[in-house]
């Protein structure tokens, strides 16, 4: 079978069913009893349903915050790999000036304190350039990895995957030479860019990653201006940390185009729980654009229909102040990564625009 249509499979599975999670009532996981959009019935998977709000973090008045992603040391202690550019510069900044920063604290719940910039942009003559976003942090081979892009000209085409590795969570971080990831051939559904990192290291020993793209050709011929080409993931594998990686042959992996109304995602956070391989993402017109995804699969390339993983933080009763003109994707989730306890997930970190200085910053859910 081809890796996931929605044309062919329509799979609703029950998720995570090997999650152990307390029975609880909606309640109690801060979900709103009486929800403000009705979805599809069966559409809500289990995770939605054992969020509770934590609240806002990282609130830095003069930079927006996106990116956020946790891991915990030996000592219990929570660090924050995340991304960061000037306010000044608005919500477009992270394509031309995006660093990324590392903050620590005694609990997933904060508080952070800033302790440093671990990636900024090279300058010229660097693959990595012009900013440097969409870090993952993992813990694999006994060395900490940090998965991000990177670009070279401030604009989508030349992002690329690299990875810096380092002994500590305090660094000193290996920087890479050039990108561990480049894009398909012209014409190839994702010659754009690389973008996105999701990884995993599989049970068989090999480091497998996934990676959005779309193709150039798609983003120059829409007819819609606001369309800019349809994000789908794929997915490479190698035999050793360092690469090379090679695409897999059946890819992309996950493509909604087939959906109609140019359907997509983005924002991919993937694990393996429960012998299954399960992955969040970022909704982008299959339910609507404010909820998650979820999505599971047996074998990491064919995946079920996806379920909604999460939804606006107002369903979850949380109250903000109204939306500013300026930010047009106030009150939604993007970029879940998950704080992980013994393989089973405990915390769910996201960005959200807003905050006090109402530009963006790190969003925390409880998993209970």
């Not at 044309?7 to 029950?14: D, F, H, S, V």
């Not at 960005?351 to 530009?359: I, R």
Request: net charge positive; glycine share 10%; with cysteine.
């Amino acid at each position: 079978m081809r890796l996931y249509s929605v044309t062919n499979m329509l799979t609703r599975r029950t998720f995570l069913a090997t999650l152990t999670l307390a029975p609880i009532a909606r309640a109690l996981g801060g979900f709103s009893a009486g929800r403000l959009i009705d979805y599809p019935k069966g559409s809500l998977s289990k995770f939605s349903k054992h969020l509770k709000p934590v609240g806002r973090a990282l609130e830095l008045p003069d930079y927006f915050v996106w990116c956020t992603s946790p891991i915990e040391d030996p000592d219990g202690k929570v660090h924050v790999f995340f991304s960061r550019w000037p306010a000044k510069k608005g919500m477009g900044g992270w394509i031309n000036s995006s660093e990324i920063a590392h903050a620590v604290g005694d609990s997933p719940e904060g508080p952070f304190t800033f302790v440093d910039v671990v990636l900024a942009p090279r300058g010229p003559g660097f693959w990595d350039a012009t900013t440097c976003h969409n870090p993952s942090i993992q813990f694999v081979d006994d060395k900490y990895c940090l998965f991000f892009m990177g670009n070279s000209n401030g604009k989508t085409n030349t992002k690329r995957i690299g990875l810096a590795t380092a002994d500590s969570l305090n660094g000193p971080w290996q920087r890479p030479d050039a990108p561990l990831l480049e894009p398909g051939a012209e014409g190839a559904w994702d010659d754009h860019c690389t973008t996105n990192p999701a990884f995993i290291k599989h049970p068989n020993g090999q480091y497998w990653l996934y990676y959005k793209s779309w193709n150039t050709q798609d983003y120059l011929t829409a007819k819609d201006p606001t369309i800019r080409g349809n994000r789908k993931y794929g997915l490479a594998v190698a035999d050793k940390l360092e690469g090379p990686y090679v695409k897999y042959t059946g890819n992309p992996v996950i493509d909604f185009s087939n959906q109609g109304h140019n359907k997509q995602f983005e924002d991919a956070f993937v694990w393996r729980q429960g012998g299954k391989f399960r992955l969040l993402a970022r909704d982008m017109g299959v339910y609507n654009h404010e909820v998650g995804l979820y999505l599971e699969s047996e074998d990491g390339k064919r995946w079920d229909f996806p379920k909604i993983a999460y939804l606006p933080l107002r369903e979850y009763g949380v109250v903000e102040p109204p939306a500013p003109s300026n930010l047009k994707r106030y009150g939604r989730l993007e970029r879940p990564q998950l704080l992980l306890r013994d393989g089973k997930p405990a915390y769910l970190f996201g960005a959200s625009q807003g905050g006090k200085s109402m530009t963006a910053s790190a969003f925390i859910f409880k998993i209970i």
